[in-house]
T-cell receptor
Framework: NAGVTQTPKFQVLKTGQSMTLQCAQD?????MYWYRQDPGMGLRLIYYSASEGTTDKGEVPNGYNVSRLNKREFSLRLESAAPSQTSVYFC?????????????FGNGTRLTVT | RKEVEQDPGPFNVPEGATVAFNCTYSNSASQSFFWYRQDCRKEPKLLMSVYSSGNEDGRFTAQLNRASQYISLLIRDSKLSDSATYLC????????????FGTGTRLLVSP
């Protein structure tokens, strides 16, 4: 099983450019998440989707938008990239609420904004 | 005060050693507790959940102390392959059971 697949693995953007990070899971999970990981900080939730058709803001949603395209796919869009968005981004999914079932993470996207 | 605090390490231990990490959390209403493992430049993976009575999985033992608000992870007979960063994760029940990740404790096991 592929699990959670994220693309791209690496990306360099100039300030003001836009891009979409793609995520797909093949485990039939209901919930999906986008996190960012920065040095010296724990993973922080950007947006989540508790189930198909719903999305909600997490801890650090500013500058991002998401789309839960279907049960499998959950994309993250940066409309106008800023250097502060340089980070490693992880998509994750879980069968049920994250406190009740483990998160399965994708391999991550290393984004640099210059 | 951070919601979840961990000693960043690194903890340098020889193969075969026993090593323990602690993690403290600030919210007494925290519901669930986990240890995740993250290898260098890789994604986090669940190592084990932490139950109130403590639990063991092979060489790994997790303990929860609600009164003092900390959880611990004990690794016995360390292997080179245990070298990784160990993330303490706490679940707060704020509607969608928000997870709070610690910054991680780095373990280096040497031959």
């Amino acid at each position: 099983n592929a699990g959670v697949t994220q693309t791209p693995k690496f990306q360099v953007l100039k300030t003001g450019q836009s891009m979409t990070l793609q995520c797909a899971q093949d485990m039939n999970h209901n919930s999906m998440y986008w996190y960012r990981q920065d040095p010296g900080m724990g993973l922080r939730l950007i947006y989540y989707s508790a189930s198909e058709g719903t999305t909600d803001k997490g801890e650090v949603p500013n500058g991002y938008n998401v789309s839960r395209l279907n049960k499998r796919e959950f994309s993250l869009r940066l409309e106008s990239a800023a250097p502060s968005q340089t980070s490693v981004y992880f998509c994750a999914s879980s069968e049920a609420l994250p406190g009740n079932s483990p998160l399965h993470f994708g391999n991550g996207t290393r984004l640099t904004v210059t | 005060r951070k919601e979840v605090e961990q000693d960043p390490g690194p903890f340098n231990v020889p193969e075969g050693a026993t090593v323990a990490f602690n993690c403290t959390y600030s919210n007494s209403a925290s519901q669930s507790f986990f240890w995740y493992r993250q290898d260098c430049r890789k994604e986090p993976k669940l190592l084990m959940s932490v139950y109130s009575s403590g639990n063991e999985d092979g060489r790994f033992t997790a303990q929860l102390n609600r009164a003092s608000q900390y959880i611990s992870l004990l690794i016995r007979d360390s292997k080179l392959s245990d070298s990784a960063t160990y993330l303490c994760v706490v679940s707060l029940n704020t509607g969608f059971q928000k997870l709070v990740f610690g910054t991680g404790t780095r373990l280096l096991v040497s031959p």
